[in-house]
Nanobody
């Protein structure tokens, strides 16, 4: 059974930084894309960033491009999301997700429905 567990959320002032971690267990990261989503109060869950299992390809939502960086450590089976220049509108529960199907080394998955395994989420709160 695949499990993903997020950590690293917290309360930070606007302009600050956080690093979220996502530990995957039950299968290696190789062959499966990973992604981060977020859900703000009263809003639907939205895609934030995705990474191919090789780490060679990444993709970001326009709202976070240039501020967030996704990366992975295959040896640790862990995906990271570095959040810089945080804004109050970044406040949300951040979810890590693992792809349901093996992909090519450079495929990034954006669609929520392509992700089969989800973590419990980690809260990020940005104060103004």
């Amino acid at each position: 059974q695949v499990q993903v567990t997020e950590s690293g959320g917290g309360l930070v002032q606007a302009g600050g930084s956080l690093r979220l971690s996502c530990a995957a267990s039950g299968r290696p990261l190789s062959r499966y894309a990973m992604g981060w989503f977020r859900q703000a109060p009263g809003k639907e869950r939205e895609f934030v960033s995705g990474i191919a299992w090789s780490g060679e390809s990444t993709y970001y939502a326009d709202s976070v491009k240039g501020r967030f960086t996704i990366s992975l450590d295959g040896a640790k089976n862990t995906v990271y999301l570095q959040l810089n220049s945080l804004k109050p509108e970044d406040t949300a529960v951040y979810y890590c997700a693992a792809d349901r199907s093996p992909r090519s080394a450079t495929t990034v998955v954006v669609s929520e429905t392509d992700y089969a395994y989800w973590g419990q989420g980690t809260q990020v709160t940005v104060s103004s």
